[in-house]
């Protein structure tokens, strides 16, 4: 049974459908890995309460993390996959990989709570900080009411373009971040590698 299974995932026929699961698994791990300590240093240090009041609040930040990378990276890979096989005949351009990233952005971190909007500021300070300055500047842009879900689309859109054209613009972090989320998850050499340990 273990072989069946292990030679239908390692089919290069539906690899690229697996890549979303691994995604997937990827980012509910990385989400937590990120997001625990921090939440539990941050929680400890600044926040008044109960211990039990602190540890819920510790769940609920370390879920949210892990479970909008994990919905973010399935987003982006289904989204690169269709447009690439329904737009372009297989071929990927990087207008998709914006469009995907937008998406993904506005979909799962478009709503400003606490998890999404240290994320963006993160991804922001990174990618588009000097970008959007300039912009809002040279254009004096009026915010429309839904600023904050356009500027988390914008931060995804821009940062994954950046990593796929070239990485090594980006701080070091967020280029180990990405590789773990975007290209690990393309690898796996048995079930236990798809969804129990990267490699």
């Not at 929680?43 to 879920?63: E, H, M, N, P, Q």
């Not at 990989?97 to 909007?117: L, S």
């Amino acid at each position: 049974m273990e072989d069946q299974v292990n030679d239908i995932i390692l089919d290069p026929a539906y690899h690229e459908l697996f890549s979303i699961v691994k995604g997937f698994r990827n980012g509910i791990v990385y989400g937590t890995k990120i997001r625990f300590p921090h939440a539990l240093v941050m929680t400890f240090l600044f926040r008044s309460g109960s211990l039990k009041d602190k540890l819920k609040a510790i769940f609920v930040a370390t879920k949210t993390h892990a479970r909008n990378l994990a919905f973010f990276v399935t987003i982006y890979k289904s989204m690169v996959l269709a447009q690439k096989y329904m737009l372009t005949g297989g071929k990927q351009q990087d207008w998709q990989t914006f469009i995907a990233g937008f998406v993904g952005g506005y979909i799962v971190f478009g709503e400003n709570n606490n998890v999404n909007n240290q994320i963006i500021l993160y991804l922001f300070s990174r990618v588009a900080t000097g970008l959007a300055r300039l912009v809002v500047k040279q254009y004096d842009i009026k915010t429309p009411s839904n600023a904050f879900a356009i500027f988390a689309a914008l931060c995804w859109g821009l940062v994954m373009v950046m990593f796929k054209k070239d990485r090594s613009v980006l701080q070091s972090s967020l280029q180990a971040s990405m590789q773990y989320l975007y290209q690990d998850s393309n690898r796996w050499s048995s079930l236990r590698t798809l969804l129990w340990h990267n490699k």
